[in-house]
């Protein structure tokens, strides 16, 4: 009993931790930028896409390149069409982004086709890693491995470095940043090109265990946008928690109760929203109120 | 102005009775001399666009080795989406109304099917189902004028458990969890005991589960001989992935229904495992003249082979095409007619639309992923077909009172 209980623990802050990327890319967007963004899986689908096609030129180590190169689509996306989003009512930005979806989704499958792309984990990385009761596949630990630097490195970027820090003051103030002299339009360019290529950070390291096809994000978006309204809108602690928490109740449901496992995320969500309505983290903030 | 509002409806009706009448006068006119058009309804978007584009390769391509034209005169085909049941049955209406075809070929997913079967016996449209597998097509809610080539679930599963038996005694069902994975359950279940076999676990997994790693876990533990499966698209791949990932692939044999090629050339060689009952297979050594011409055909114009999706959109087209030709007539009644009389005596075991609940009556594949594949598209070896003969695949098929089909008249 304890057995199980601790693999299913350890196997859902895995999951966790996938999940934790998906939802901190879709969370940066909105605090930032306070743009809710729906195309966010879409994203994710062409980093994904994107991995697949440096591979099959270049070989595995060509896959580094797809983050940067979602981001600078993402950026071209911004400055075409989200930059006049800005202040509007949030049901626009929803509508918006929801039609970019679908967009981005017909021109994966004009461009790579309607069917999946075989592509498994790399053979270095093959295998399992057994621990007593602990059972993690040898590339799950890689993608942890993965993921936390991600998380530590943007953490540090916003906490820590001048531009973390401008960031951060134009989500609260634009007005004020920019009678500083700083110019926003260029920075909240890069911003959406940042959520963007974590979402393709997700898309890349999802790319060996989720099936790469068009609509690979159905499965992966719905979970983050719940990791973010329980973890509270625009917080970075928040999604990471709402993340892991999210995966091991996912996992503890599977194990004991199999027929709530879709219901699960949404009965904490439901938990969390009852007891603080802004999220665990979720702060007060002017512009939202 | 009194007098005009009171002559207004009268005026106003005779006009529209007279478009009517003009516009059924043209409509008919059209249908005898113009081109015949045939509807199709296959996914074009989201999770089944894959699907989609198999079975309407396949109806193409029997269009064309038909020389593209049924009684002289040219076929034209209109392909509609199947992205959900309330949008198909609409299609559906569409091509009756704007289209005017004289039959549709499709219907992947049974939710659809069910909804586009209302339109097609109120509009006395003949429609020709290639998937669908819910027992209540051509059971309780049969129709005279809907014909399925998909063998329902219980048959494919009265094909399957024997060889599960053979496999290992204890099994674990992973079935998901709406209309078509309880169907897979109830049928499953109730042959267990007949087989010799017992249920060690069960999970049903809700639709486009990502991730699987606790269901394998559980598994794991439970240490079946067999998993018994019925996952569809993507999260079938999404498993067969993650099931390899674990290590679990050498360690027990997977088993299911209702998987088609695609869902393995989308994961790869290197993920690729079980055993599985298919209508039909490419690389068949048993298969027909006919059927072995399709593969070549398809191979040359798509540089790909055909999948099992496919080759039900063909059978289905071909039987439509087959049908109007022995009817002489695109009229509806004559090819309902035609397609309840039509066989075909190509293969060893010859094959037809049962008459009293219009069922294809054919035996399937069971089919098992090789343990080494080397072709990028030849993954499977045939172990052998579920029914020997015709005799034999009739009773597969089930009786009457098991069906529960009481066909409507014309």
């Not at chain 2, 992947?108 to 586009?116: C, G, P």
Request: a positive charge; proline letters at 5%.
């Amino acid at each position: 009993m304890l057995d199980t209980l601790v693999s299913q623990t350890a196997n859902g802050l895995v999951l966790g931790f996938i999940y934790v990327l998906i939802a901190v890319g879709l969370s940066i967007t909105f605090g930032l930028l306070g743009v809710i963004n729906f195309a966010h899986g879409a994203f994710f689908a062409l980093g994904a896409y994107a991995a697949w096609q440096l591979y099959q030129l270049w070989g595995w180590w060509a896959v580094v390149l797809a983050p940067p190169l979602v981001g600078v689509a993402g950026m071209v996306v911004e400055v075409a069409i989200i930059r006049r989003l800005y202040g509007k009512e949030p049901l626009l930005s929803l509508i918006v982004t929801f039609a970019l979806a679908l967009l981005i989704e017909a021109l994966i499958r004009l461009l790579w086709g309607a069917d999946g792309k075989p592509f498994s984990p790399p053979p270095f990385l093959n295998g399992i890693v057994e621990y007593g009761p602990l059972l993690i596949t040898k590339y799950r630990v890689a993608v942890l491995g993965t993921t936390v630097a991600t998380l530590l490195a943007l953490w540090a970027f916003l906490a820590w470095t001048p531009y973390g820090r401008i960031l951060r003051a134009g989500s609260r103030d634009p007005e004020m940043v920019e009678l500083l002299g700083i110019r926003l339009p260029r920075v909240l360019t890069a911003v959406f090109g940042l959520g963007c290529a974590l979402a393709a950070i997700a898309g890349v390291l999802a790319a060996p265990l989720w099936t790469v096809s068009p609509s690979m994000a159905a499965g992966a978006i719905m979970p983050a946008f719940v990791i973010v309204a329980i973890g509270g809108l625009g917080s970075f602690p928040g999604a990471v928690v709402a993340g892991l928490a999210v995966g091991v109740v996912m996992s503890l449901t599977i194990q004991f109760k199999a027929d709530a496992a879709a219901a699960s995320m949404y009965a904490l969500m439901f938990l969390v929203l009852l007891l603080r309505p802004r999220g665990l983290f979720g702060e007060r903030w002017e512009r939202f109120e | 102005m009194a007098s005009l509002s009171v002559f207004r409806p009268f005026t106003r009706r005779a006009l529209v009775c007279g478009l009517a009448a003009l516009g059924l006068a043209g409509a008919a006119f059209a249908q005898d001399t113009g081109p015949v058009r045939i509807g199709l309804i296959y996914s074009k978007q989201g999770p089944g666009a894959a699907i989609g584009e198999f079975l309407q390769k396949g109806s193409e391509l029997a269009v064309e080795q038909a020389g593209g034209k049924v009684l002289g005169r040219a076929i034209e085909l209109v392909w509609l989406d199947e992205p959900n049941p309330q949008v198909s049955q609409q299609n559906m209406q569409k091509l009756v109304n704007e289209n005017k075809v004289v039959a549709v070929v499709g219907g992947n997913y049974s939710s659809s099917a069910l909804a586009m079967m209302s339109v097609a016996a109120r509009e006395k449209i003949p429609l020709i189902l290639p998937g669908a597998a819910a027992s209540e097509i051509t059971g309780k809610n049969c129709s005279r004028y809907v014909f399925r080539t998909q063998a329902t679930v219980p048959v494919q599963m009265r094909g399957l458990m024997p060889y599960v038996s053979q496999i290992g005694k204890k099994v674990y069902f992973l079935t998901p969890s709406y209309a078509f994975g309880q169907d897979i359950l109830r049928s499953a279940r109730s042959l267990l005991k007949q087989v010799g076999a017992s249920e060690v676990g069960v999970d049903e997994v809700p639709l486009n589960t990502a991730d699987y790693s606790s269901y394998i876990l559980k598994i794991r533990q439970a240490k079946p001989d067999v998993v018994v499966g019925g996952l569809v698209g993507g999260d079938f791949s999404n498993f067969l992935k993650q099931w390899n990932e674990m290590g679990m692939r050498e360690k027990i044999p997977y088993v299911a229904v209702a998987v088609t090629d695609t869902d393995f050339w989308d994961v790869g060689p290197q993920a690729s495992t079980g055993i599985y009952i298919k209508p039909w297979y490419y690389n068949n050594p048993k298969n027909s003249a006919a059927e072995k011409k399709f593969t070549e055909d398809f191979m040359k114009k798509y540089n790909r082979p055909p999948s099992d999706k496919s080759w039900s959109g063909w059978i289905a087209m071909r039987s439509l095409l087959e049908s109007i030709t022995a009817a002489k007539s695109t009229e509806p009644k004559a090819i309902v007619t035609a397609l309840e009389k039509w066989k075909n005596a190509e293969g060893a075991t010859p094959f037809y639309f049962r008459d009293w609940d219009h069922q294809l009556v054919r035996p399937a594949v069971i089919v098992k992923v090789k343990a080494n594949i080397k072709d990028k598209w030849d993954y499977m070896d045939v172990l052998k077909d579920t029914s020997a003969n015709e005799a034999e695949t009739a009773r597969a098929f089930g009786g009457k009172e098991e069906v529960g089909c009481s066909m409507p008249a014309l």
